[in-house]
C-alpha cells in the first residue's frame, strides 16, 4: 500500500489548494448563494459535528477551556479552532494546505474584531499532521481521516494521540454506511479532484488503534444528515497520561 506522504499526500495538498479549498470554503462558509443542496446539507451536517466536539469540551470538567492547549489537526477553514479560540483556549491550528490556513487566519481575524473579551488569537501553521509535535491539553481531528488509507489512519491516531495529555476528539466517515457513501461521495469529489479518494473507517480499526496508543473511548456521537455522516470519539487515556 502507498504510504500517506507519497503521491495521495500531494494529491490532498493540491486539492485542497484549488478546487477543494473552493468548494469546501463554500460548504464551511455561511453564504447561502451559490450553494447546492447537497453543500448545504453536508454544512448542515459539519456544523453538527463542530457543534457536538464543542459540547464534549466545554462539558469536561478536568480540562476547562480556558487556558487549555489545542492542538487542532488539519483545522481547515477554522470552523472549530476559532470557537474555541473565543471560549479562551491556546490554539494550534494547522492544515496541510496554505489556502485553508489563510482563511481560517481571516475568519478568525473577522472574530476577533466581532468576538468575544476571552478570545485568543490562534497560532496558525501550513503543516501535515504527521510533522505536529509538542504535547497539548486536547487534540482535536475533524473530517481529516477521510483522507488516510486504513494502516495509515492508524499510524495517524497512534500518532496524535502521543500529542495529546488529556483528550483526543476525531470524527471519522464510519464504514458501516459504506454503500450509501460510496454513492454520495461521487458528488462531493466531482471531476478531475476525484485524485482525491475517500477512505472510510470501521469502528473496530479506529478503537483498535486507540487502544494500542493507551486510550479509550469516553463518549461517542454519530451525525448523520442526508449527505454526510460522521463518527465521532471523544477518547481519554487509560491511565492518567498518554503512554507514548
Ligand atoms: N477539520 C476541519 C473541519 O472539520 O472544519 C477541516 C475538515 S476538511 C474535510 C479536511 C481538511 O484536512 C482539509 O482542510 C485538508 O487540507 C486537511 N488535510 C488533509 N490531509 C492532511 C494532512 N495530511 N495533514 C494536514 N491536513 C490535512
Not at 120 to 142: N, T
Request: charged share 25%.
Amino acid at each position: 500500500a502507498e504510504a500517506v506522504g507519497g503521491g495521495d499526500k500531494e494529491a490532498v495538498r493540491a486539492y485542497f489548494n484549488s478546487t477543494g479549498f473552493e468548494r469546501w470554503r463554500k460548504i464551511y462558509g455561511s453564504n447561502t448563494d451559490d450553494v447546492n443542496r447537497v453543500q448545504l446539507d453536508i454544512r448542515e451536517g459539519h456544523a453538527q459535528t463542530v457543534a457536538a466536539t464543542l459540547a464534549m469540551l466545554r462539558d469536561a470538567p478536568d480540562v476547562p477551556l480556558a487556558g487549555a492547549t489545542v492542538c487542532d489537526a488539519g483545522c481547515g477553514t477554522g470552523s472549530l479552532s476559532i470557537p474555541l479560540a473565543s471560549a479562551g483556549a491556546s490554539v494550534l491550528a494547522s492544515d496541510i494546505s496554505a489556502a485553508m490556513v489563510s482563511e481560517a487566519q481571516r475568519q478568525a481575524q473577522l472574530a476577533q474584531a466581532a468576538g468575544s473579551p476571552e478570545f485568543r488569537m490562534p497560532r496558525f501553521e501550513v503543516r501535515d499532521l504527521e510533522s505536529l509535535d509538542g504535547r497539548y491539553d486536547i487534540v482535536v481531528c475533524l473530517d481529516v481521516l477521510i483522507h488516510y488509507p486504513r494502516e495509515e489512519a492508524q499510524k495517524m491516531i497512534r500518532h496524535l494521540a502521543s500529542l495529546a495529555e488529556k483528550r483526543l476528539v476525531i470524527s471519522f466517515a464510519p464504514k458501516t454506511v459504506y454503500f450509501d457513501i460510496l454513492k454520495r461521495v461521487g458528488e462531493l469529489f466531482p471531476g478531475p479532484s476525484k485524485a482525491t479518494r475517500a477512505y472510510l473507517h470501521s469502528e473496530k480499526d479506529i478503537e483498535e488503534a486507540l487502544r494500542a496508543a493507551g486510550w479509550r473511548v469516553k463518549n461517542r456521537g454519530f451525525i448523520s444528515t442526508q449527505f454526510y455522516f460522521a463518527k465521532l470519539y471523544e477518547a481519554v487515556p487509560v491511565s492518567g497520561g498518554s503512554s507514548s
